[in-house]
C-alpha cells in the first residue's frame, strides 16, 4: 500500500555553493520537518532534479559548472521535470533576474538572508500550509507588498512659523532658514495654540484656513513689532465662526487690546478691527497656569524691553519653553567657561533658569555673535556665549536657536551654529542637541 504524499516529509533540494549559507539552510528546513539534500553546483543540481525530483527546488542562481537560469531553463525542457516546482533564491535583486524566472516558471523568487523563519515561511507558504510567522521575524515580502509606515500626526507637536528677529527678511541667501518673524504653533488634540503673530501667522492663517471652523489661543511674548505685525494678515480673525483668544502681560502703557486695535488705526492699514469678524477675546496673563486640552501653559519674565515673558508648555509628559527674546547675562561679555549657579553674575538671572530648568526641548534665541554683542548690549538679545551659558546652567538636552538677526544669511547662521557646538562642548555641556530652527520645522514631542 502507498503511503499518501501528505503523510511523508517533503523533499527539498537545495542549489548552493557556499558552504556556510548551504548547511545553515539546511539547518532551518530539516528543523521545520523538512527533508533536504545538498547540491553544491549546476551539473550536480540538474543530475540530481533528474534522477530523483524533489517536491521542491531551492535553485540559487550564481553557481558554478551551471548558473542558475541555465539549470532551470535545461529542468524545462526535459518533460521529467517540466513542472517541477522552483524558486530562485538568490542574494540578486535585479528585475531581470525576476523577469526570467518567472518567464520559466518559477513560482517564486526569494532573497537570501540570516532569517531563517522567513525561508521556512516562504517554503511552506510555497507547499499551500500558509503558517504564521513566529513573533520578531518577518516573511520576505515582494515588491507589492512594501511596509510603508504611516506618520502619526496626532501626537503633540509644534512648528515654526517665522524664525527671523527684529524684521522679515528675503532673498536667496536667506532661504534655508526662512524670513518671517517670531510665530510658533503648538497641536494637541483637537487644539491648536500659538504664540506670537509674528508675519510668520499669515502661513498659518492660510492653512487654518483649509480645515475646520476652530477656537484658537494666541499667547503673546511682548508686543514689539516683530512679534504682532502678522496679526493683520491671519485670515481667520475675519471669518465669523473662529474664536480667538490672546493673552499677553500687562504693559507699561496701553492695554493689549488697545495695542492691537492701534496697529490697525486707519493710517497704519486699511481695514480696522471692527472688520474682523470673528469672536476676538484679550485676556491679561495671571499667576493661574492656563490649561488647554492636556496642555498646561505657565510664564515667566524674560530680559527684553517691554514686559517681555517666555512660556512653558507642559504636554504628554513633555515640557516645550518658547522663549524667543530674552537677554540673558546683560552686558557680559567675558568667556563663559567658569560661569556657575552661584556666580554673582548670574545670580540676577536665576528666575529663568529656574524656569527652562526641566524642559525637554528648549526653543531660546542667540542673536548676536561675541563680535557683534559689544555693540548691542542692552537691544534686549543674547550672545551665542551667553545662551550657551543658560544651556548648560539649566541642563537642556535640546536646544533650537531661533530670533535669527536679520544680517545673518544661510553661510553665516551655519558657521555660527558650529561654532554655538563648539563653545558647547568647551565650557561641558557635550549630551546636548543644538540646531538652528527655520521656517517650516517641525517636530513631536514623543517619538
Aim: aromatic fraction near 8%; glycine fraction near 8%.
Amino acid at each position: 500500500m502507498n503511503t499518501p504524499a501528505t503523510s511523508r516529509k517533503r523533499r527539498i533540494l537545495l542549489a548552493e555553493d557556499v558552504n556556510v549559507i548551504a548547511m545553515s539552510m539546511a539547518h532551518a528546513l530539516k528543523q521545520a520537518g523538512y527533508e533536504v539534500q545538498i547540491a553544491r553546483d549546476g551539473e550536480e543540481c540538474l543530475q540530481m532534479a533528474r534522477s530523483d525530483p524533489p517536491d521542491l527546488l531551492l535553485l540559487d542562481i550564481m553557481m558554478p559548472k551551471l548558473d542558475g537560469i541555465e539549470v532551470l531553463k535545461r529542468l524545462r525542457e526535459d518533460a521529467s521535470t517540466r513542472s517541477l516546482a522552483v524558486v530562485v533564491c538568490s542574494a540578486k535583486d535585479f528585475k531581470t533576474e525576476r523577469e526570467i524566472a518567472a518567464q520559466l516558471g518559477a513560482v517564486d523568487y526569494f532573497i537570501k538572508s540570516s532569517d531563517a523563519a522567513a525561508l521556512v515561511a516562504k517554503v511552506t507558504a510555497v507547499f499551500g500550509q500558509h503558517p504564521s510567522v513566529p513573533a520578531g521575524s518577518t516573511p520576505e515580502q515582494s515588491r507589492d507588498e512594501a511596509w510603508i509606515p504611516t506618520l502619526k500626526t496626532g501626537r503633540p507637536h509644534f512648528r515654526l512659523w517665522g524664525t527671523r528677529g527684529s524684521t522679515p527678511t528675503l532673498g536667496a541667501r536667506f532661504q534655508r532658514h526662512g524670513g518671517n518673524t517670531s510665530c510658533m504653533s503648538f497641536s494637541i488634540g483637537d487644539e491648536l495654540i500659538i504664540f506670537d503673530a509674528g508675519s510668520g501667522i499669515r502661513d498659518l492663517g492660510i492653512e487654518v484656513m483649509s480645515g475646520k471652523i476652530r477656537k484658537m489661543h494666541l499667547f503673546i511674548t511682548h508686543t514689539h513689532w516683530d512679534h504682532i505685525q502678522g496679526f493683520p494678515f491671519f485670515i481667520p480673525a475675519y471669518v465669523p465662526g473662529f474664536e480667538i483668544i490672546v493673552y499677553g502681560s500687562k504693559g507699561f502703557g496701553k492695554d493689549l487690546e488697545a495695542i492691537f486695535r492701534g496697529q490697525l488705526d486707519r493710517d497704519y492699514f486699511p481695514v480696522q478691527l471692527e472688520d474682523m469678524h470673528s469672536n476676538l477675546q484679550f485676556r491679561l496673563l495671571s499667576d493661574t497656569p492656563v490649561e488647554i486640552g492636556g496642555a498646561r501653559i505657565t510664564w515667566e519674565f524674560s530680559h527684553h524691553p517691554l514686559p517681555t515673558v517666555g512660556y512653558k508648555i507642559e504636554a504628554a509628559g513633555r515640557t516645550l519653553v518658547w522663549m524667543p527674546d530674552d537677554e540673558f547675562l546683560q552686558g557680559h561679555i567675558g568667556p563663559p567657561h567658569d560661569l556657575t549657579r552661584d556666580h554673582g553674575l548670574v545670580r540676577p538671572f536665576d528666575k529663568v533658569i529656574e524656569f527652562i530648568a526641566g524642559a525637554d526641548v528648549v526653543i531660546h534665541e542667540a542673536q548676536y555673535t561675541a563680535e557683534e554683542y559689544p555693540q548691542k548690549i542692552g537691544w534686549g538679545h543674547c550672545s551665542v556665549p551667553n545662551a550657551c551659558v543658560l544651556m548648560k546652567l539649566a541642563g537642556i538636552p535640546r536646544w533650537i536657536v531661533t530670533h535669527h538677526d536679520p544680517m545673518h544669511d544661510d553661510t553665516f547662521l551655519e558657521a555660527k551654529l558650529n561654532l554655538t557646538r563648539q563653545i558647547l562642548a568647551e565650557i561641558g555641556h557635550h549630551s546636548i542637541e543644538v540646531t538652528h530652527g527655520y521656517d517650516g520645522m517641525m517636530a513631536y514631542l514623543h517619538a
